[in-house]
């Protein structure tokens, strides 16, 4: 632990007494955890390549294009560049820079490019002849910022108790952490969803197999969704092909459940995008655009697995 984490720990084992919360800071400081939280910002100037950015354009490897598809180009969500956090917290990478793109506002459009290089940049602008994907953006100026983090922290198991305890003492303990800040490292409000989804499980992503409240009707659940697969397969449902998709998926998950009980939390919540009037970012009901990653691809630091939702509470 650096010294700077450790005077931050000191600082909320300190505001927990002050908050009179012991019977819950034992488990508080257990699952303490540090990240990088957005201190501050300006406009881009674009005096620098591959700097750490918030939207504008991107700087990327020279045999790269700017990312698009048939119906138009994508938009810079964030360019992160590891190198720019001097203390390297987690699992995160020394090094390399993550690039997130956004298409239409209303869907979880997007593409993400990883590169462990930082040489060879070049400052990509969209296709010629190609609109916006996003269509509530497309008349907005490519502006940039530039961003500015610092040392933050995150609890990384259920907090709600606490709410449920005392909700004014909970708000100001979240207070304390800039909750409502973009940042880098948190936790994944709906880790077991995104796992399954990451797993390649993508039709099962809102089912409720894995979850632990429901491990003693988990047989019973599988064999309600499998009854609807078949039923919709022999009755030749315009669907057809996504069912068949699913029963194989089912089929696949229950080989495996051990292993996914037991690992269905395991995610992190890469990257929090707050919503910015600056930037014209409203996501949702003043919510984030999160990048979630599986624990054991941040451990191996493989990014080619990724995840990007518009989340709003």
């Known amino acids: 632990m650096s010294e700077q984490t ?61 990312p698009h598809n048939e119906n138009g180009y994508y938009n810079l969500l964030c360019q992160i560049n590891f190198s720019d956090f001097k203390e390297k917290l987690g699992t995160l990478p020394d090094k390399g820079i993550l690039y997130v793109f956004n298409g239409h506002a ?17 400052r990509k602008e969209p296709p010629q002849g190609l609109e916006n994907l996003n269509n509530e953006i497309r008349k907005r100026p490519y502006d940039g910022l530039k961003a500015n983090f610092e040392i933050g922290y995150y609890f990384s198991g259920d907090t709600s108790k606490i709410y449920y305890h005392d909700a004014e003492k909970y708000h100001s303990l979240m207070k304390f952490n800039n909750s409502n800040k973009t940042f880098i490292l948190g936790k994944a409000p709906d880790a077991c969803s995104i796992y399954t989804y990451l797993k390649g499980f993508d039709t099962l992503m809102h089912e409720v197999l894995l979850y632990k409240g429901i491990r003693e009707d988990y047989q019973s659940q599988l064999k ?23 029963k194989e998926q089912l089929q696949k998950l229950d080989s495996e459940k051990e292993t996914h009980f037991e690992n269905y939390e395991n995610v ?27 624990n054991e691809d941040l451990e191996r630091e493989d990014f080619d697995n990724l995840y990007v939702e518009t989340y709003s509470s």
């Open 268 to 294: 992190t919540c890469l990257i929090g995008l707050e919503s910015l009037g600056k930037l014209g970012w409203m996501w949702g009901d003043l919510g984030f655009k999160n990048v979630y990653i599986l």
């Open 224 to 246: 309600i969704y499998l009854q609807e697969c078949n039923d919709a397969i022999m009755q030749k449902s315009s669907n057809i092909e996504y069912f068949k998709r699913k």
């Open 6 to 66: 450790k005077i931050l720990r000191d600082n909320i084992e300190h505001l927990i007494d002050k908050l009179e919360l012991i019977e819950f800071k034992k488990d508080l400081l257990n699952n303490l955890k540090f990240n990088y939280s957005l201190t501050s910002y300006c406009d881009e100037d674009y005096s620098q390549l591959g700097n750490t950015r918030l939207g504008g354009l991107p700087d990327l490897p020279k045999d790269i294009d700017y």
């Open 106 to 122: 209303s869907e979880n459009d997007f593409v993400t490019i990883f590169t462990e290089t930082t040489e060879r940049l070049v």
